[in-house]
């Protein structure tokens, strides 16, 4: 069935939330606990660690239930995305949250960043895998995702701003001048009001941001009911038994885990290495403007070259600017044009996995005709994986921050803070996506592949 413009952008809209709320996270939450909420590195690892572990948990037990779950009148992952919202937004505000406690703060932030994961989980799981039920025409998929990827690079972009724009105007004491002089003094006495106020603020807008999302996509888009029940048990040995899909899922999870070691230690980076203070937020925008416009160029790279050719080039792209802006001594322009760099990789790690799993799933009902239905576990598994990278990079990041000395609540951290940030945004990606690459190279659907699966299927549905 052809889709719409209209349905194209309703679907592509409901995948702004997970992005907004997880760029905002990713980029500020770290920052947040350390310098806002004076948490204690280790324990902010361990926040940070357990919370993305725990989110990675609940993706393949959430696909388990969406594959049991009855179809209704809405469909059959409608009703999950519906209901999870408003909890779901409930918790992403109180992580914002400075409690009136001492003693309980570290709990409080574990508690409500894992019941936020377990929600979104409710949400981003049946929403990507609602991709293979909106058509069954593979044109039409494609261009739903080039659609959807870039409303989702846009909500990174909304995400960056908001949070940002927002937190950027309530200064700190050190940018006003109070304890300038004395860069290693903490400054626990000194978090003003307005920070946290900023904060909270910010969660609200994303959180409103979050629900009319979910109120677009539930009455802009329509789940059609091609599959039949089947055992999860039996689909997920046959999912994981697929050799194209491990393959994919290993190497962009090596890329994955690159690009969030970026994320997650570039603001603190920029904030403290490099010293702009005043800048790190427009910088970041810089970044997530960088891989909105340059979406459609991916998109047009892709179909014209090829899928694994936009790989090779787009996943890599931003290495040496990642190795020049350590290297190069510290100068808002570098700092500036490396932005706009990165901004183009993180378009491609973007669009191409969310592009290529389609692929693997045809794929797969094409060697095996009989067993049908599995687009839940191939999605939920490949999430997983991702928010496993995801965890494993800001518990590292943490933890390597705790040992070299990192301090709360300064001006300027010791020399070995500003090497490790230096290894975890330049050496530490470069040689992750290296490795990314280089499993790549086993992946065995090309476009010719690609184009005989698409054949196979048409003839299996007439």
Same mark, same amino acid.
């Given at each position: 069935?052809?889709?719409?413009?209209?349905?194209?952008?309703?679907? !592509?809209?409901?995948?702004?939330?997970?992005?907004?709320?997880?760029? $905002?996270?990713?980029?500020?939450?770290?920052?947040?606990?350390? *310098?806002?909420?004076?948490?204690?590195?280790?324990?902010?690892?361990?926040?940070?660690?357990?919370?993305?572990?725990?989110?990675?948990?609940?993706?393949?037990?959430?696909?388990?239930?969406?594959?049991?779950?009855?179809?209704?009148?809405?469909?059959?992952?409608? @009703? #999950?995305?519906?209901?999870?919202?408003?909890? !779901?937004?409930?918790?992403?505000?109180?992580?914002?949250?400075?409690?009136?406690?001492?003693?309980?703060?570290?709990?409080?932030?574990?508690?409500?960043?894992?019941?936020?994961?377990?929600?979104?989980?409710?949400?981003?799981?049946?929403?990507?895998?609602?991709?293979?039920?909106?058509?069954?025409?593979?044109?039409?998929?494609?261009? $739903?995702?080039?659609?959807?990827?870039?409303?989702?690079?846009?909500?990174?972009?909304?995400?960056? !701003?908001?949070?940002?724009?927002?937190?950027?105007? $309530?200064?700190?004491?050190?940018?006003?001048?109070?304890?300038?002089?004395? @860069?290693?003094? @903490?400054?626990?006495?000194?978090?003003?009001?307005?920070?946290?106020?900023?904060?909270?603020?910010?969660?609200?807008?994303?959180? %409103?941001?979050?629900?009319?999302?979910?109120?677009? %996509?539930?009455?802009?888009?329509?789940?059609?009911?091609?599959?039949?029940?089947?055992?999860?048990?039996?689909?997920?040995?046959? +999912?994981?038994?697929?050799?194209?899909? +491990?393959?994919?899922?290993?190497?962009?999870?090596?890329?994955? %885990?690159?690009?969030?070691?970026? /994320?997650?230690?570039?603001?603190?980076?920029?904030?403290?290495?490099?010293?702009?203070? /005043?800048?790190?937020?427009?910088?970041?925008?810089?970044?997530?403007?960088?891989?909105?416009?340059?979406?459609?160029?991916?998109?047009?790279?892709?179909?014209?070259?090829?899928?694994?050719?936009?790989?090779?080039?787009?996943?890599? #792209?931003?290495?040496?600017?990642?190795?020049?802006?350590?290297?190069?001594?510290?100068?808002?322009?570098?700092?500036?044009?490396?932005?706009?760099?990165?901004?183009?990789?993180? $378009?491609?790690?973007?669009?191409? @996995?969310?592009?290529?799993?389609?692929?693997?799933? *045809?794929?797969?009902?094409?060697?095996?005709?009989?067993?049908?239905?599995?687009?839940?576990?191939?999605?939920?598994?490949? +999430?997983?994986?991702?928010?496993?990278?995801?965890? +494993?990079?800001?518990?590292?990041?943490?933890?390597?921050?705790?040992?070299?000395?990192?301090?709360?609540?300064?001006?300027?951290?010791?020399?070995?803070?500003?090497?490790?940030?230096?290894?975890?945004?330049? !050496?530490?990606?470069?040689?992750?996506?290296?490795?990314?690459?280089?499993?790549?190279?086993?992946?065995?659907?090309?476009?010719?592949?690609?184009?005989?699966?698409?054949?196979?299927?048409?003839?299996? %549905?007439?």
């Amino acid at each position: 069935i052809a889709l719409t413009v209209w349905s194209k952008v309703c679907f !592509a809209i409901g995948g702004a939330p997970y992005q907004i709320t997880a760029t $905002a996270l990713g980029f500020f939450l770290q920052i947040f606990l350390l *310098d806002v909420a004076l948490l204690d590195p280790l324990n902010a690892s361990v926040i940070l660690f357990a919370g993305r572990a725990w989110d990675a948990v609940t993706d393949p037990a959430v696909g388990f239930l969406i594959s049991r779950s009855p179809w209704t009148r809405h469909g059959r992952m409608m @009703p #999950w995305i519906l209901m999870s919202t408003i909890p !779901a937004v409930m918790c992403y505000f109180l992580i914002w949250v400075v409690p009136p406690i001492e003693q309980g703060k570290m709990m409080w932030y574990l508690l409500f960043y894992c019941l936020f994961q377990t929600l979104q989980t409710c949400f981003h799981v049946p929403y990507s895998a609602l991709t293979m039920f909106i058509s069954n025409k593979q044109q039409e998929r494609d261009s $739903a995702t080039a659609y959807r990827m870039t409303v989702e690079v846009l909500g990174t972009v909304i995400g960056t !701003a908001v949070q940002g724009q927002i937190v950027g105007m $309530a200064n700190t004491p050190s940018e006003d001048g109070f304890i300038s002089h004395q @860069p290693l003094t @903490p400054l626990s006495s000194y978090v003003s009001l307005s920070q946290r106020r900023a904060y909270m603020i910010a969660s609200a807008v994303i959180s %409103l941001i979050y629900v009319l999302c979910a109120v677009v %996509l539930f009455f802009g888009v329509r789940e059609q009911d091609t599959q039949k029940h089947v055992s999860f048990q039996t689909g997920l040995r046959l +999912v994981m038994g697929h050799g194209p899909y +491990v393959k994919l899922v290993l190497a962009f999870l090596f890329t994955s %885990l690159a690009f969030m070691l970026l /994320e997650g230690n570039f603001a603190v980076f920029i904030k403290y290495t490099l010293g702009f203070r /005043e800048d790190f937020q427009n910088i970041l925008l810089v970044i997530m403007l960088s891989a909105t416009l340059t979406i459609p160029m991916w998109q047009w790279f892709l179909c014209r070259f090829g899928k694994k050719t936009a790989v090779y080039i787009g996943i890599p #792209w931003a290495g040496p600017f990642m190795i020049l802006v350590v290297c190069v001594k510290s100068s808002l322009l570098v700092s500036y044009i490396v932005s706009i760099a990165a901004g183009a990789s993180v $378009a491609a790690a973007f669009l191409l @996995p969310w592009s290529m799993l389609p692929d693997v799933v *045809d794929d797969f009902k094409v060697q095996n005709p009989t067993s049908q239905g599995h687009e839940a576990i191939f999605y939920s598994f490949y +999430v997983f994986f991702t928010k496993f990278a995801s965890g +494993v990079s800001l518990g590292v990041s943490t933890l390597a921050l705790s040992f070299a000395g990192y301090v709360t609540g300064v001006c300027v951290q010791s020399d070995s803070v500003n090497l490790t940030l230096k290894i975890l945004v330049s !050496a530490a990606p470069v040689s992750l996506i290296v490795l990314g690459l280089l499993i790549f190279k086993m992946y065995p659907i090309n476009e010719e592949r690609r184009q005989y699966n698409n054949k196979q299927l048409q003839l299996l %549905l007439r």
